[in-house]
């Protein structure tokens, strides 16, 4: 084989050629080989394809005798390998799928044009982008289409532009979410199908205000429910706003709860109530109970202004007050302890003191307070008051400490304790109510402390 230092000059350039096979061997190609046609070489997958004998081609195929990648010229007998052929300027990934290929640049061009042109129709509509459409805009440039298949993400991007302008036979949906993912994502549902997602905090967060509003009108009441978002016939532009707050590590005690009132995110609905007139109500985020007041204070304020907070109601039967019968807990998180089982009062404002003065059920049916308890501790900040009741027993906790056990047993007319949790015609405080949760057992000492924990970890102003 020659060596490429032993070789001369080619005197007559028609004569057949020497060229470079592996690193320093050479092999002399016939002239037709090279002269036959001019360009780049032809690509065959088998021999029986390497028709043009005038032609050089790349064997991208895996018969016997001959390599993938290399190219071959036609000797006069039989195609015969020239080596290993630079093989990444022309396999390259046409489809954008495979990613140990480049990608071929035409095509990433193409796809880069119709990006641009999504993103300019954006950008003169308006709209601005969609969430989805920028987590899968930055995943591609992080991504970038060279090394990682981009295919799913550049179809899902596309198909998040597209379908971000509302058809005219659909209504728009928006989901203003924090700290919330909804498992729907879609931007607008046909004209009168039904529209479902579920809505899930991120980790360490807690939902505690979801409001869903359609055509204008609030449909909360009717289309949320513990996390899942349900309408039947969508008949309007669909907004969705819901908020989930960071927990501090403090939980909730789970056990027997039967309603978790969380008012710092919640914006009460104007209700007339027969037989008091106008009032607020408020849904608890189980979605069983709701309660009415006489204020509208929120979130941004801390929770409910507690002018009246006048009782608590099944959802399923909103003429009848709860009644928890005789062994419950009740707990509220506000300045002012608030007015529960009629158990709190407010002492002289120059004082700043609370009383406690739980009631009871007497064999005639009347309420009479079984006394009045007054603790060294000031109204003007938020406190816990938790009430159990166990049987006759009634304890009653301030900060998750207890200041005053009362025995009905030790009472001569005593029946019971008052167990509907809020009386309407006796309201002695005008604080702020940040949350309120019931259960259907007395809690222990230790689920108290956990309790109150709850409630110092909530954000309040």
Not at 96 to 104: E, H
Not at 130 to 135: C, F, L, V
Not at 347 to 373: D, H, M
């Amino acid at each position: 084989m020659a060596k490429i230092n032993d070789l001369p000059l080619l005197s007559n350039p028609t004569e057949d050629m020497y060229c470079l096979v592996g690193k320093e061997d050479l092999q002399k190609v016939p002239w037709s080989a090279i002269m036959g046609q001019i360009g780049a070489p032809y690509i065959a997958t088998t021999v029986a394809g390497m028709t043009d004998k005038t032609r050089v081609y790349v064997y991208q195929g895996s018969e016997s005798g001959y390599t993938s990648g290399n190219w071959y010229y036609w000797n006069g007998s039989a195609w015969t390998s020239g080596g290993t052929y630079n093989s990444a300027a022309v396999d390259t990934d046409k489809t954008l799928t495979q990613s140990d290929k480049p990608a071929d640049s035409a095509i990433v061009g193409k796809e880069i044009g119709s990006l641009k042109e999504s993103i300019d129709e954006i950008k003169n509509s308006g709209t601005g982008l969609s969430n989805t459409a920028k987590n899968l805009l930055i995943a591609i440039l992080k991504n970038a289409v060279y090394t990682v298949n981009q295919k799913t993400n550049i179809e899902a991007l596309e198909n998040a532009l597209s379908t971000q302008n509302t058809p005219t036979d659909a209504w728009s949906i928006v989901q203003n979410l924090t700290y919330v993912t909804s498992t729907n994502t879609a931007f607008n549902v046909k004209k009168g199908e039904s529209y479902t997602t579920s809505l899930v905090a991120n980790t360490n967060y807690t939902i505690n205000s979801v409001t869903v509003v359609m055509g204008g009108v609030d449909i909360t009441n009717t289309a949320y429910n513990n996390g899942v978002i349900t309408i039947n016939s969508v008949t309007g532009n669909v907004t969705i706003t819901a908020i989930a707050k960071k927990n501090s590590g403090a939980l909730l005690p789970s056990d027997g709860l039967l309603a978790n009132f969380d008012f710092r995110n919640k914006e009460m609905t104007s209700y007339n109530l027969s037989g008091w007139g106008n009032v607020y109500k408020c849904d608890d985020e189980t979605g069983n109970y709701l309660t009415f007041g006489t204020s509208a204070k929120t979130a941004s304020q801390g929770g409910m202004e507690q002018y009246v907070f006048r009782d608590v109601r099944k959802k399923d039967n909103e003429s009848k007050s709860v009644d928890l019968g005789t062994d419950f807990t009740v707990a509220m998180y506000s300045t002012e302890v608030p007015n529960i089982l009629n158990s709190a009062k407010k002492s002289n404002t120059s004082a700043a003191k609370i009383i406690l003065a739980p009631r009871y059920i007497n064999t005639s049916a009347s309420e009479v307070i079984a006394g009045q308890t007054t603790p060294d501790i000031g109204r003007d900040k938020y406190m816990s008051l938790i009430i159990t009741v166990s049987g006759s027993v009634i304890k009653m906790y301030v900060d998750g400490t207890l200041q005053k056990t009362y025995n009905g047993g030790e009472i001569t007319d005593f029946k019971k304790w008052k167990s509907t949790p809020v009386q309407p015609l006796t309201v002695y405080n005008e604080g702020t109510i940040a949350a309120t949760v019931m259960y259907n057992k007395a809690l222990s000492d230790n689920n108290v402390t956990e309790l109150h924990a709850y409630f110092k970890s909530l954000e309040v102003e």
